[in-house]
C-alpha cells in the first residue's frame, strides 16, 4: 500500500496536468474536462484554506501553551480569529459588522504596514551603497533618485520639465526593455517547472 | 498560406512546450554518456550551502518562505522551486537538530510544504522528525503573511532564510527582519517590482530566471540540470528572434 498509494497519486496528478494543458489548446476537445478539474481544483484550494487557518491556530494554541503570558500576541490572534469568524458566520462576508471589522482594524493596520515599508526601502537605498559597493549600485540609486524627483513636483520650483521627460523616457524605455528580458527568463523557468511536474520528475503532492 | 499561419498563431505555444519536453527528454537521453554539465558560479547558492552546513553545526534552523502564489495560477510556478528549495534544505539540514521552518500565504501551498517535509523525512527514514506546524500559513494578505512570517524569523533561531515564490514588495520587511536578526537572506521571485526591492534589501538576490536554476544548483537532481540546458538553447533562441525581429521592422519588412 506504502508503494502503491505514491504511483497512483502521481498518475492522477499527471493525468490531470496533461488534460488540463491540452484544455487550452484544444478547447474543442478537451475544453469541458479543463473546466470540469479546474473546478473540482478551486474547491479543493478553499478546504485548503480552510486547513491552512486550523494551522495557523494550532501553532498560535501550542505557543500559548506553552510560553503563556510571554505570547500575548499569540493569544490576541486566537482571541481575533475566533470573533472574526463567529461574526462573519453570523453578518455572512459582507454584512454590516464584518465590514466594519475590515474597514476598522484590517485596513488601518495593511495602510501602517505600508507605511513602515516606505521607509524600509529608503533606509536599505541608504544603506545599499555599503551593501554592494560597486558601480551598478551607484546607477540604481542614481536612476531611482532621477525617477523620484521626476515624478513630484519640486519644493519652490514645482514640475521641472525635462526632469518629467527623462523620467518618463527612463519608466517606458530602459525599464520596459529590461523587465521583458527578465521576464522572458521567468517564462522560460516557469514551463520548465510545469514540464518537471508533468513528467512525474517533482512531485510536491507526496508521489 | 493564411490558414497555415492562423493554424501557428494558435497552436504555436502548444508547438514551443513541446519544443521544450522535446529538448528535455533529448538532453536526459544524452544524459548517460555525457560529461557533467557544469554551472556558472552564483554567490547566492553558494553562500546559502555554507550557511547550511553551519546552520547544522551550530543547532540553527533554516526557513524557507514559499509566498503567496496560488498553485492555481501563473505564481505557483515560483512556489513550486520554493518547494524543491525546502525539499533541498530538509535532506542537507536532517543532521542538525532542529529541523527547517516553512512559512506561506496561502492553504494549498501550506499544504504542499506538509507534504513536501514529510515525503523527505519518510525517503531518510526520518519520519518522528516530521512536525506538521513547521509547515505554517502565516496570513492571506500581503501584509498579514509578511506581519505572521516575520516573528518565524525573530524568534526561531533562524540562521538563513530562503524566499522562493511570488512576492510583492512586502518582502523588503521580511528581509529587513532577517537583517536584524543577522541571518542570511537568499531571495528570488517571479515579480519584477518585488526583484528590483529584493536588489536593494536582499544579501544574495536571485534576479529573472536564476530563481528556476534553485534545482540544479541545490543537487534536486539530474532533470533540474538538463531543464537549465534547455532554458539556455531557448533563451539564445528567443533571444536571436527578437534581434531579428527589430532588424526586419527597421528595414520595414
Known sequence: MKKILPITNAIIAVFSGVLVLLGYFFHGVFGGVQSILIGWAIILAAFALLLGILNLAIVHIRKVRLEGKKNIYSLVLLISLFLTMIIATISGPSGSWTLWIFNTFQVPIEISLLAVLAIVLLVAGARLLSRRPKWYTVLFLVTVLLVLLGSVPLFLIGEVTPLTALRSWLSQVPAVAGARGLLLGVALGTIATGLRILMGVDRPYGG | ?253
Open chain 2, 1 to 253: 498560406m493564411d490558414q497555415v499561419l492562423s493554424w501557428l498563431q494558435d497552436y504555436l505555444g502548444f508547438l514551443f512546450i513541446m519544443l521544450c519536453l522535446g529538448l528535455i527528454l533529448f538532453y536526459v537521453t544524452l544524459g548517460r554518456d555525457r560529461p557533467k554539465i557544469s554551472l556558472r558560479d552564483i554567490q547566492a547558492f553558494r553562500h546559502f550551502w555554507r550557511e547550511v552546513d553551519l546552520a547544522v553545526e551550530a543547532g540553527k534552523r533554516l526557513h524557507i518562505s514559499l509566498g503567496r502564489g496560488t498553485i492555481n495560477d501563473v505564481p505557483g510556478g515560483a512556489a513550486f522551486i520554493g518547494l524543491t528549495v525546502l525539499d533541498c534544505c530538509a535532506r542537507a539540514a536532517s543532521n542538525g537538530d532542529r529541523p527547517p521552518m516553512v512559512t506561506t500565504g496561502d492553504g494549498a501551498l501550506t499544504i504542499l510544504s506538509q507534504d513536501t517535509l514529510q515525503n523527505t523525512y519518510r525517503s531518510l527514514a526520518t519520519e518522528q522528525r516530521y512536525d506538521p506546524t513547521n509547515a505554517r500559513l502565516t496570513g492571506l494578505t500581503p501584509m498579514a503573511y509578511a506581519a505572521g512570517a516575520m516573528p518565524t524569523i525573530h524568534d526561531e533561531n533562524v540562521s538563513a532564510n530562503f524566499f522562493a515564490g511570488h512576492f510583492g514588495t512586502e518582502i523588503a520587511l521580511l528581509t529587513e527582519a532577517g537583517e536584524r536578526s543577522r541571518s542570511l537572506t537568499v531571495a528570488g521571485t517571479d515579480s519584477i517590482p518585488a526583484q528590483a526591492v529584493l536588489y536593494a534589501t536582499s544579501d544574495e538576490p536571485l534576479l529573472g530566471e536564476e530563481l528556476y536554476a534553485a534545482g540544479a544548483y541545490l543537487g534536486a537532481g539530474q532533470v533540474h540540470l538538463v531543464s537549465l540546458g534547455m532554458q539556455d538553447i531557448l533563451r539564445w533562441v528567443l533571444v536571436v528572434v527578437i534581434v531579428l525581429g527589430a532588424i526586419l521592422k527597421l528595414l520595414g519588412i
